[in-house]
């Protein structure tokens, strides 16, 4: 995986990025009571707001890692968004997007710079 500044994640699966919230953004949020995920043939450039996360505490957009297609948004989280704080990188995605320009993923930092970016914070 890979992770973001704004603490969102990356699996690539072939030429699809599952993109969702890392665990430390999911838990400065607190308790998840409400998700928009974005809908499918959307385009989304690098750094755009594509997804809404909101929690007890705040409300916060989600940004595209990569540029790209929406080809499925993760419409379970609609109806169950605690998902986000119990499996934020996993069952808990936010969308796929199928990658544009691959080469955007080498900005992205891998777990252990990532881990080192939050030390800094």
Same mark, same amino acid.
């Given at each position: 995986?890979? #992770?973001?500044?704004?603490? %969102? ?5 072939? $030429?699809? /990025? ?8 999911? $838990? ?7 998700? %928009? ?20 505490? /705040?409300?916060? $957009? ?17 109806? /169950? ?19 544009? $320009? /691959? ?10 710079? #990532?881990?080192? #970016?939050?030390?800094?914070?």
């Amino acid at each position: 995986m890979k #992770y973001t500044k704004d603490h %969102e994640w990356v699996r690539v699966e072939g $030429d699809v /990025a599952v993109v969702g919230i890392s665990k430390h953004a999911a $838990d400065q949020l607190g308790d998840v009571v409400f998700v %928009e995920t974005p809908e499918a043939g959307k385009t989304v450039g690098k750094g755009d707001g594509f997804a809404v996360v909101e929690s007890v505490k /705040a409300a916060s $957009d989600v940004y595209a890692p990569v540029s790209g297609e929406v080809i499925e948004g993760n419409a379970a989280l609609a109806g /169950a968004p605690e998902t986000v704080n119990a499996d934020p990188e996993g069952e808990g995605w936010f969308a796929k997007i199928r990658i544009k $320009d /691959a080469s955007q993923l080498d900005a992205l930092m891998d777990q252990a710079a #990532y881990d080192e #970016y939050l030390t800094s914070l």
